[in-house]
T-cell receptor, first 112, second 110 residues
Framework: EAGVAQSPRYKIIEKRQSVAFWCNPI?????LYWYQQILGQGPKLLIQ????????DSQLPKDRFSAERLKGVDSTLKIQPAKLEDSAVYLC??????????FGPGTRLTVL | QKEVEQNSGPLSVPEGAIASLNCTYS??????FFWYRQYSGKSPELIMS????GDKEDGRFTAQLNKASQYVSLLIRDSQPSDSATYLC??????????FGQGTRLTINP
């Protein structure tokens, strides 16, 4: 079974630029999550999708972050414009019928 | 009060000894608890899940849950250098929202 795929793996941008991350969950997993992990901290949930609907986006900075999951499969997370404090690893995870979430390799974003 | 609290460490344990990692959580309604291991530069991987009070053993790992005290722990027996990593405690709240602690960095010394 293929795992959660993410791209790119690394991205370096300057502040005020925009960036987008892509996630392909495990086949058949209806629930998809985006987390932000700042160095030295645990992952923080940004947004949770159930199929193509948003379940929880309470911690998503909506003035600059947006996410979509068209057709209930792949998802894209966008930041526009980026700030220095957005430097982090962005993790995508998916979940099937059980409680377990499976994480992708992450995208390491550096904002200069 | 943080929703999920862990001692950030670092915790240093000699090879072959027992490593003990602790976690407390604030939401009394939580029913599902997880331990993830995260190697430096890698994503978290699930090593244990526990749902009922008491102990759950899997190989060298034992998870312990005490809902009355809102406390979860992870014991690693016969610690190996390959166990050196950050261990993340996570708790499900609400509609399958996974809340993580800050992680405990564990170092096993040969």
């Amino acid at each position: 079974e293929a795992g959660v795929a993410q791209s790119p793996r690394y991205k370096i941008i300057e502040k005020r630029q925009s960036v987008a991350f892509w996630c392909n969950p495990i086949s058949g997993h209806a629930t998809l999550y985006w987390y932000q992990q700042i160095l030295g901290q645990g992952p923080k949930l940004l947004i949770q999708f159930q199929n193509n609907g948003v379940v929880d986006d309470s911690q998503l900075p909506k003035d600059r972050f947006s996410a979509e999951r068209l057709k209930g499969v792949d998802s894209t997370l966008k930041i526009q414009p980026a700030k220095l404090e957005d430097s982090a690893v962005y993790l995508c995870a998916s979940r099937g019928g059980a409680d377990t979430q499976y994480f992708g390799p992450g995208t390491r974003l550096t904002v200069l | 009060q943080k929703e999920v609290e862990q001692n950030s460490g670092p915790l240093s344990v000699p090879e072959g000894a027992i490593a003990s990692l602790n976690c407390t959580y604030s939401d009394r309604g939580s029913q599902s608890f997880f331990w993830y291991r995260q190697y430096s530069g890698k994503s978290p991987e699930l090593i244990m899940s526990i749902y009922s009070n008491g102990d759950k053993e899997d190989g060298r790992f034992t998870a312990q849950l005490n809902k009355a005290s809102q406390y979860v722990s992870l014991l690693i027996r016969d610690s190996q250098p390959s166990d050196s990593a950050t261990y993340l405690c996570a708790v499900i709240q609400g509609a399958q929202k996974l809340v993580f602690g800050q992680g405990t960095r564990l170092t096993i010394n040969p």
